[in-house]
């Protein structure tokens, strides 16, 4: 299995940047990088993905190392919506599945 | 608006009894997946359908049972042989197997045993 590895838990500031970091030394060259959130009682929300360039979108930035081997969410101002579960996935090519591991559980903290 | 429709939203079961829990999709999407969450934990993928009238086991699909007669519907049942059903079952599609495309969820059915 395609695993990542993410801190259980992390605090930020309300409307400063936050640095969602995620290792995944196994990946392999056609593995894209997938971020989702998940608020409480609520299914997973689709948040970013890469492969190899880093990606911005209207929710957030996705930087990826140049080994792929680690890759990290920017949120650029955090607020009280963003506190959430982040989990980082990898998405084998060749298959049809995505492994979801334990998450990073982030608190903005007002 | 396109989405995902789960339903009922909590679902009781009896011990030794069958459940169904529907998904809907209007999504237009050909593939549909089932994950189980337990508290704290990360999904864990039961069964998924790439098309229409095919369906793999995913991880831990012991248990449970699905149908994929219709491309916009993906029915899980819950056996009376899956021993420690208690737990929050989502439903999720994507445009198709490329890995190049989100998933798109449900927003869930809690699952409790009475």
């Known amino acids: 299995d395609a695993k990542t590895t993410q801190p259980n838990s992390m605090e930020s500031n309300e409307e400063e940047p936050v640095h969602l970091p995620c290792n995944h030394s196994?990946?392999?060259?056609?593995?894209?990088i997938h971020w989702y959130l998940q608020l409480p009682s609520q299914g997973p929300e689709y948040v970013i993905h890469g492969l190899t360039s880093n990606v911005n979108n209207r929710m957030a930035s996705l930087a990826i190392a140049e080994d792929r081997k680690s890759s990290t969410l920017i949120l650029h101002r955090a607020t009280l919506r963003d506190a959430a579960v982040y989990y980082c996935?990898?998405?084998?090519?060749?298959?049809?599945?995505?492994?979801f591991g334990t998450g990073t559980s982030l608190t903005v903290i007002p | 608006d396109g989405g995902i429709t789960q339903s009922p939203k909590y679902l009781f079961r009896k011990e030794g009894q069958n459940v169904t829990l529907s998904c809907e999709q209007n999504?237009?999407?050909?593939?549909m997946y089932w994950y189980r969450q337990d508290p704290g934990q990360g999904l864990r993928l039961i069964y998924y359908s790439q098309i229409v009238n095919d369906f793999q086991k995913g991880d831990i699909a012991e248990g449970y049972s699905v149908s994929r007669e219709k491309k916009e519907s993906f029915p899980l049942t819950v056996t009376s042989a899956q021993k420690n059903p208690t737990a929050f079952y989502l439903c999720?599609?994507?445009?198709?197997?490329?890995?190049?495309?989100?998933?798109?969820f449900g927003d869930g059915t809690r699952l409790s045993i009475l």
């Open positions: 999504l237009n999407h050909d593939a």
């Open positions: 196994t990946i392999s060259g056609t593995d894209y």
């Open positions: 996935i990898l998405r084998a090519n060749t298959g049809n599945q995505f492994y």
């Open positions: 999720a599609s994507s445009v198709d197997r490329d890995s190049n495309q989100p998933q798109h």
